[in-house]
């Protein structure tokens, strides 16, 4: 509902400090005696410095306050029923009645009081305050109802250790349940991520061989389904290079922005396995049969602006405005009315969630007979050594 222009009491703005300066003289003065007009105007003031929008219901109510104030009860004639904003002005000035003038404006400078001291316990804090505790290899933050889900291992690329795929599953679940709007999924430093850590191919016993195949098949399912069902939109914030499931899952989001700087990558014929994260479905439905089949099967490695030219990517931006670009772009996103965008996502979603679940449990079964192949096993060998050699 669009009341600002009307409730001439709200425009978001300055900083902390003369903000809880005026709250706390408000409130020395109103609790000495009954607001005054003074009292009032500077309640008015306020308001237009709180930082947080405080809801429809409030700003209706400090509407019918002010109305009272000025004008005492409500006389006018009722708008029409397809004049909603007004009718619910107008609906919150009525339902005052009678209320003195004095009251309504006693009431007014207590509730702007009370929005302000709110306002500024909750002013923006430094990032690392605000990460959320409890994760090793992700910074998981949320501000401005965005959570961020950031990939937090730099020095090897982002490459996904089975601690990574359980961490970001856990974020996931949890920011399913939090009041964000929109979830980022983004990694730090050079890379957005170089895929599966190679390493977790290599510290299983030999004998084991079959049952770490088939556990490793379990958590692939579980990750990629968390991504299929997840009832929030996803947006991936592509930082840099990404490479094989960081690149596969991203036909289950809803926006990719991409840097100029990135690339997309999925080599799993050289790596002697198989595409996963729905891919070997979602390629070609975004790109058509002969490009999924250049990228999945022959591994052709594509810019960011080819991958957008074929649909894998909504917008490229230049690396060096990317993070300010994209950010502005999503802060403006996370503004819509949350739960329309929330119930879009699902629509969209559920006419093919079925099909998802069958087409991930099937690229699982095929993995997982892949991570047991001498090609997979030379290929990993191969990756490792390659150092080694230099
Ligand atoms: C539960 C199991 C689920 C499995 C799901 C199936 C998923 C499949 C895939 O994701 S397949 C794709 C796998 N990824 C790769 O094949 C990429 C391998 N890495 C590379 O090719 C290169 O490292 C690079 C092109 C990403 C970057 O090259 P460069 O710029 O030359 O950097 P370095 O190679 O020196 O890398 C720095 C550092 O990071 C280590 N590292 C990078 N990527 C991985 C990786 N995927 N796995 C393991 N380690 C990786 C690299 O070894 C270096 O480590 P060091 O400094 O030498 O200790």
């Known amino acids: ?29 109103k609790t000495a005696m009954g607001a005054s007009q003074k009292d009032f105007e500077s309640a008015m003031n306020q308001v237009k410095l709180l930082k947080k ?22 006389n006018t004639p009722r708008p029409g029923v397809f004049d909603l904003i007004n009718k619910a002005k107008w609906d919150a000035w009525n339902a005052l009645g009678n209320l003195p003038k004095e009251t309504a404006r006693q009431n007014y400078v207590d509730l702007v009081s009370d929005l302000s001291s709110s306002d500024s316990s909750s002013q923006v804090k430094p990032e690392t305050d605000r990460k959320q505790p409890g994760y090793e290899t992700l910074v998981v933050t949320s501000e401005d109802s965005i959570t961020k889900i950031m990939m937090n291992r730099p020095a090897k ?6 601690q ?34 190679l390493m977790n191919f290599m510290n299983t016993p030999p004998g084991e061989m079959e049952k770490e195949a ?4 379990i958590l692939l399912r579980d990750f990629v389904g968390c991504f299929i069902d997840f009832p929030k939109p996803l947006v991936a914030v592509i930082n840099g290079p990404a490479v094989g499931i960081s690149v596969t899952i991203l036909g289950l989001f809803d926006l990719v922005y991409a840097s100029d700087r990135a690339t997309f990558h999925t080599p799993f014929t050289h790596l002697g396995q ?31 602006r080819e991958a957008c030219a074929q649909g894998l990517v909504t917008e490229v931006f230049p690396d060096s405005t990317f993070q300010k ?16 965008l929330h119930i879009s996502k699902q629509s969209i979603r559920n006419l093919e969630k079925e099909k998802l679940h069958a087409v ?9 007979e892949r991570w047991l192949s001498d090609e997979c096993m030379n290929a990993v060998m191969s990756f490792f050594s390659r150092k080694a050699k230099l």
């Open 274 to 304: 198989s595409p996963e994260g729905c891919s070997s479905y979602t390629f070609p439905k975004i790109m058509g049969q002969a490009k999924a089949a250049e990228m999945l099967m022959f591994g052709k490695k594509l810019t960011a």
């Open 325 to 340: 670009e994209v950010w502005t772009r999503l802060k403006a996103y996370s503004k819509l009315p949350r739960n329309a």
């Open 164 to 197: 990574m795929y359980r961490e970001i599953m856990l974020a996931l679940e949890a920011a399913s349940k939090d009041d964000s709007t929109i979830i980022v999924l983004t990694g730090n430093g050079d890379y957005y991520s170089s895929g599966n850590d």
């Open 360 to 368: 991930n449990a099937e690229e699982n079964s095929v993995l997982q």
């Open 214 to 217: 088939k556990n490793g098949a």
């Open 53 to 74: 929008d405080p809801g429809n219901e409030v700003k209706l109510k400090l509407y019918a306050l002010y109305k009272q104030t000025t004008e005492g009860p409500c």
């Open 1 to 29: 509902m669009a009341l600002a222009g009307a409730v001439r009491c709200w425009r978001p703005g300055a900083g902390p400090s003369s903000l809880q300066m005026q709250a706390l003289s408000l409130h020395m003065s």
């Open 157 to 162: 690329k982002n490459a996904l250790t089975i």
